[in-house]
């Protein structure tokens, strides 16, 4: 794992002025790779390439990058890991090829060399962000893994084309000119990420996972992104096996993806929180492993998030070597100072503070950890599929006309009128119903009755702000592949947000979240899951063999059952988070105040003061709980203050 940085200008002419340059872009990505740092610069070609290493497979200086092809034509920097690298070098040795290094860097860049960029790409099996210099044809190609594990932003700015694994590094180029994206904040607010292709800043943006691109000196318009993989292509692939033939699949493919991540000349182990996913992955390594697996989980005392207890049983079945962490309120909002530093970017999923933790928990023992990630959206693990199935049949039982009049006569009535009837009767309500808004609870009604498809539905219930225009001033949203989906039945409805999902919230969200956690403390997170054979057969299932009678993931729980007992899994899924809902009422409280300052909003002129501190004043009070949308404003505001 590493960082990779670098630029491409006319204005290259003089290596000191670049390799000092090339060092302040490294300088903020030395958490990604402590062990090494090299650096490849050619005045007469203007380009300059940069590179951090974490020393993971081949330690010696022989895998050091910048890398030369051996015909001289190709400098590579590349950041990640190419599981399948034994078998490609078995591959390209009967094409007679020769290598002087056990490294997956070489075989990357031998594989170029005999194969080409696109054909390797899709040869690979990894995780990877890739800057390619092509000296024969003066042109710089960037490229990213299939599931968009590992981050690459790119973009010109001033007369250099500029490419690095985090925006710090661009920020460190003395020609970086940084300004916010208006519209990319409208997106942060509703989604709380940012979603590719754009960052918070203007003209940079995010490599789409699965594609690459190519760029020279003789164009200053960006290109278009060329894809290698679709993840469309294979949800459109059926499958014709009987469940009991998908299970058996399913199992050896699994199997062979948690053996591949299992391989390094570093110490290795495993996140174990308990639920299905890690615990699927730790069951896999364990029985391939004639060593117990490092396994770590993360505890905390507030009961409703603690799922340690479940961890350390699954760990004690399994036998694993299992290393636990308790950790106080105190502890976890220690690190909320330090967020805005290891996201680089506005960043609001708040079990980022619990990853981080149990990030740097398993770095004091190995330095590579495999994650559980991705079974969630590709099996149907998600709640809202199965809020977005009952609610839209509920909707659909009225005809589009009879939805449209009760909008209409919803409008037409004031809110006081209802207010009035339901502090009439709210006495004779069950006490959880006596604090209902229900002025708001009308106009969620309303706005429900006149959606005309269920992407609409789907695209509320992962939204947070749900109109960011009238709080981001001056500005449109644009729009994102959510909005650009079409009406399906429910089956392809279910299969097409699964899909969404995995286009987008997995790798803007959870995956931004596990990278940049995991960096920060120069640990590797490998995601068996992800594998793209997985992925494919995942995507072909029928939705029955995913979800069924409100139970998700069910072929990889059949799966699971083989290694683990159903009754020491079978338990209510709780997620990976944290209770900012009442930390920002109490111990948060005087940190988010000085952030949400009305004078200071209304100087910096990015949002509309009123409307967040009206949120904010409606959730002290208890009224409503907003620490979503709020988290995403005081993430900006910590972000903004840490930045400038």
Aim: net charge neutral; hydrophobic share 40%; glycine share 4%.
């Amino acid at each position: 794992m590493c960082g990779i940085a670098g630029f491409l200008s006319h204005q290259l002419t003089d290596k000191a002025n670049a390799m000092t340059d090339l060092h302040k872009m490294l300088l903020p990505l030395q958490h990604r790779g402590p062990d090494d740092q090299g650096v490849w610069v050619a005045p007469q070609q203007h380009i300059a390439l940069g590179h951090r290493r974490l020393s993971i497979i081949d330690l010696s200086t022989l895998a050091s990058q910048p890398m030369l092809s051996a015909c001289g034509r190709y400098c590579l920097v590349f950041n990640g890991e190419i599981y399948n690298f034994k078998s490609l070098r078995t591959e390209l040795e009967t094409l007679g090829q020769v290598f002087s290094s056990t490294s997956d860097t070489e075989v990357l860049l031998v594989a170029i060399s005999q194969w080409g960029l696109e054909t390797a790409l899709s040869k690979c099996n990894g995780m990877f962000a890739i800057a390619l210099w092509d000296k024969q044809c003066q042109t710089l190609s960037l490229a990213r893994d299939r599931m968009g594990e590992k981050p690459v932003y790119y973009g010109w700015n001033q007369e250099y084309f500029l490419f690095a694994s985090e925006l710090s590094a661009l920020k460190a180029h003395r020609q970086f000119k940084p300004v916010i994206n208006r519209q990319a904040l409208t997106l942060y607010l509703r989604y709380g990420y940012i979603p590719t292709p754009y960052s918070i800043y203007q003209h940079i943006y995010k490599l789409p996972p699965a594609s690459f691109i190519e760029i020279n000196l003789r164009q200053k318009s960006l290109p278009h992104a060329k894809f290698y993989w679709s993840t469309q292509t294979a949800y459109q692939t059926p499958c014709d096996l009987s469940f009991t033939e998908a299970k058996q699949q399913l199992n050896t493919l699994l199997l062979d993806a948690v053996d591949l991540r299992m391989v390094a000349d570093v110490p290795l182990g495993a996140f174990l929180s308990g639920g299905f996913d890690s615990s699927l992955v730790v069951a896999l390594m364990q029985a391939q492993s004639m060593n117990k697996v490092k396994t770590f989980s993360l505890g905390f005392y507030e009961q409703r998030y603690n799922e340690a207890q479940h961890a350390q049983a699954v760990a004690k079945y399994l036998k694993t070597d299992h290393t636990e962490l308790y950790v106080t309120p105190k502890q976890a909002m220690e690190i909320i100072p330090d967020l805005a530093g290891i996201y680089k970017e506005p960043f609001a999923d708040s079990s980022q503070i619990p990853t981080f933790l149990v990030c740097k928990l398993a770095r004091s023992k190995v330095t590579v950890s495999l994650s559980g990630d991705g079974g969630d959206e590709l099996f149907g693990g998600y709640k809202r599929y199965f809020w977005l199935q009952q609610d839209w049949q509920k909707i659909t039982q009225l005809s589009l006309g009879s939805r449209q009049f009760l909008v209409k006569l919803l409008k037409v009535c004031p809110a006081i009128v209802f207010e009035k009837v339901f502090s009439l009767t709210k006495k004779i309500l069950p006490k959880k119903f006596q604090k209902v808004d229900l002025a708001t609870k009308i106009a969620h009604l309303s706005r429900r009755l006149s959606y005309q498809s269920g992407e609409q539905l789907y695209l509320e219930l992962i939204s947070q702000w749900e109109q960011p225009e009238q709080i981001v001033l001056n500005t449109t949203e644009p729009k994102t592949l959510i909005h650009q989906s079409a009406t399906v039945a429910m089956e392809a409805l279910l299969q097409q947000v699964m899909y969404l999902d995995a286009v987008t919230y997995l790798p803007d969200d959870i995956l931004v979240k596990v990278d940049r956690a995991s960096m920060a403390v120069s640990l590797e997170a490998r995601v068996p899951l992800l594998d793209h054979r997985v992925v494919e057969f995942a995507a072909a299932l029928p939705l029955p063999y995913k979800m069924q009678q409100n139970t998700g993931k069910r072929v990889l729980r059949e799966v699971l059952y083989d290694y683990i007992p159903r009754d020491l899994m079978d338990r209510p899924k709780m997620g990976f988070g944290v209770p900012i809902d009442y930390w920002l009422r109490a111990d948060l409280r005087e940190w988010a105040e000085d952030l949400l300052n009305p004078v200071t909003l209304k100087q910096q002129g990015y949002f509309n003061p009123d409307a967040i501190l009206t949120k904010w004043q409606q959730h002290l009070s208890g009224k409503q709980d907003w620490h979503y949308d709020l988290w995403n404003i005081l993430m900006f505001q910590s972000w903004l203050q840490a930045s400038h």
